[in-house]
């Protein structure tokens, strides 16, 4: 009996075995030929807007060295995470992919609850550009840079106030930061989107705006740029200067990128990354982005692996400092 016992055994194992082998030379074949249909990219913001845009310009790039169609599919809703959460939860085979920005993943998850968690779910794949933030005053105003500003809230305190996108958003934690650094007191006011800050500065009921822009209104100089709200310097804006360079050490992470679901195969997730950063050295993707005013950025998903809980953390501290989550 015990031998019939140990020869069952075998038996089990050697099938074990084989099938193993089998679901290993399958899964690596599946990989080698991938992507073998169309992929899908799936955008959290609406149709026509400059992410939109950015998008479609890389994807139609990203197709020559994919072979495949790429299949762009607009999700938007609740500040980015309906469609954050739709590109993390399809299956990790690289079929399904989408946009990464600021704060779905840097904020968001942080002040509300989401149905993913942006350092344990996502796989980071390539950043392939950005955009251009700033703090900027009516064409009028008396202030010429951010030291005017900084000047007039010294003297006049909670009189320099500031329109966001939101309390909480990336404009009003970095002004906020920047204000107890100064030692001063600044008036935020949140609204509930860029052209209302927009409007309200050029009606004068906010002193300066902190935070995206039209820049048909800088072209058109109907508002002036004092500071870009950048980690590095903007060759769309090279005369205005960046936060390190007027003594703000804060980050302002604001990424045009790709994320996949974490379990998507290493190999998969290097050949987009090589698919993307060929497409953005593309001549017609450098100029789509020159007319809509982004810069080209390159990061590889290796980069971004180590850039994204850094600021994820860094955001983290900053909220818990002011009292907004525990």
């Known amino acids: 009996m015990r031998g019939k016992g140990i020869v069952c055994m075998l038996i089990v194992w050697a099938v074990t075995l084989v099938f193993g082998f089998y679901q290993s030379g399958y899964a690596q074949e599946d990989v080698a030929k991938f992507p073998s249909r169309p992929v899908t990219h799936i955008v959290p913001v609406p149709p026509g807007g400059p992410t939109d845009l950015a998008v479609r310009l890389i994807c139609k790039e990203v197709e020559k060295y994919l072979k495949q169609p790429v299949v762009v599919t607009n999700k ?29 993943l840097f904020l968001t998850p942080l002040l509300e609850k989401v149905p993913y968690d942006p350092i344990k779910d996502a796989r980071y794949i390539v ?9 900027y005053v009516a064409a009028n105003s008396p202030f010429k ?12 305190p909670k009189k320099a106030t500031y329109g966001t996108t939101g309390t909480n958003s990336m404009g009003h934690l970095t002004m906020e930061q920047i204000a107890k650094q100064e030692k001063v007191q600044l008036t935020h006011i949140p609204f509930k989107g860029t052209p209302e800050v927009q409007t309200a500065l050029l009606g004068e009921h906010v002193l300066f705006g902190a935070g995206d822009f039209n820049y ?14 950048k980690d590095e310097k903007s060759a769309e804006y090279p005369d205005v200067p960046i936060l ?7 980050p302002y992470p604001m990424i045009i990128g790709i994320i996949c679901p974490r379990a998507t195969p290493e190999p998969i997730v290097r050949k987009l990354d090589d698919a993307f950063e060929k497409a953005s050295k593309e001549p017609a993707f450098i100029s789509g982005m020159k007319e809509l005013r982004l810069p080209v950025m390159y990061r590889s998903g290796r980069d971004l692996e180590e850039y994204v809980p850094r600021n994820y953390a860094y955001f983290q501290k900053i909220l818990k400092e002011i009292g907004a989550i525990k």
């Not at 938007?76 to 779905?104: E, H, M, N, R, V």
């Not at 840079?145 to 006049?156: E, G, H, L, P, S």
Request: glycine share 14%; net charge positive.
């Open 76 to 104: 938007p809703g609740a500040a980015l995470t309906i469609g954050t959460a739709a590109i993390l939860s399809s299956k990790p085979d690289g079929y399904t992919f989408g946009f990464s920005g600021g704060p779905p």
């Open 145 to 156: 840079t951010f030291k005017d500003v900084i000047a007039y809230a010294r003297q006049n």
């Open 216 to 229: 048909s209104m800088v072209e058109a100089k109907q508002i002036r740029l004092v500071m870009m709200l």
């Open 244 to 250: 390190k360079e007027l003594g703000y050490n804060y």
């Open 127 to 135: 950043q392939y550009g950005g955009f251009n933030f700033g703090v």
